[in-house]
T-cell receptor, first 113, second 117 residues
Framework: DAGVIQSPRHEVTEMGQEVTLRCKPI?????LFWYRQTMMRGLELLIY????????DSGMPEDRFSAKMPNASFSTLKIQPSEPRDSAVYFC???????????FGPGTRLTVT | DQQVKQNSPSLSVQEGRISILNCDYT??????FLWYKKYPAEGPTFLIS?????DKNEDGRFTVFLNKSAKHLSLHIVPSQPGDSAVYFC????????????????FGQGTILTVHP
């Protein structure tokens, strides 16, 4: 079975540009999570969905960040406009039972110059 | 406010010896704990977990111990192998059984484990 798929793997963009990160969860998983990893803050949860519905977005840093899950097999995390401090590795994860045994994708390394 | 702390940024051990990774937490609502392993350029992978109703869980070379009174857990790897060299993250969840905050994991900062041949 394919694991969690994220695209792109690397993204380099200029400040002010819109960035869209994509995630395909494992088929049959009903929870989807977006995380951000930075040296300063470690691995932090941004938002998570259950059955395509956002449950907790308290980790989303500000209004420039938005996430959607239009169907069970696809989610996006959008940053508009992007800033250099958004540079990080963004992970998507999915699970069948929330809070345990989350399966992570390979991550998207975002660099905003 | 860091609710899950891994105070050792790195650990170096000899192949065949025991590796002990430590994790402390402050939130008494946490009732489920997990360890993840991460290799460079990959996402974290689930390693082992423990519920707060237990104090030990074992899976092959990996054992997790939970001391609720001290709000401390540890991961033991015996014997350590060079392939175990990775970053290890401790994570915790609250309300897993009660359905509140369901799905929300709080991670520690990670410990870099290096196992020398």
């Amino acid at each position: 079975d394919a694991g969690v798929i994220q695209s792109p793997r690397h993204e380099v963009t200029e400040m002010g540009q819109e960035v869209t990160l994509r995630c395909k969860p494992i088929s049959g998983h009903d929870y989807l999570f977006w995380y951000r990893q930075t040296m300063m803050r470690g691995l932090e949860l941004l938002i998570y969905f259950n059955n395509n519905v956002p449950i907790d977005d308290s980790g989303m840093p500000e209004d420039r960040f938005s996430a959607k899950m239009p169907n069970a097999s696809f989610s996006t995390l959008k940053i508009q406009p992007s800033e250099p401090r958004d540079s990080a590795v963004y992970f998507c994860a999915s699970s069948t039972v929330g809070g345990s045994e989350q399966y992570f994708g390979p991550g998207t390394r975002l660099t905003v110059t | 406010d860091q609710q899950v702390k891994q105070n050792s940024p790195s650990l170096s051990v000899q192949e065949g010896r025991i590796s002990i990774l430590n994790c402390d937490y402050t939130n008494s609502m946490f009732d489920y704990f997990l360890w993840y392993k991460k290799y460079p350029a990959e996402g974290p992978t689930f390693l082992i977990s423990i519920s707060s109703i237990k104090d030990k869980n074992e899976d092959g070379r990996f054992t997790v111990f939970l001391n609720k009174s001290a709000k401390h857990l540890s991961l033991h790897i015996v014997p350590s192998q060079p392939g175990d060299s990775a970053v290890y993250f401790c994570a915790a969840s609250a309300g897993t059984r009660r359905g509140t905050s369901y799905g929300k994991l709080t991670f520690g900062q990670g410990t870099i484990l290096t196992v020398h041949p």
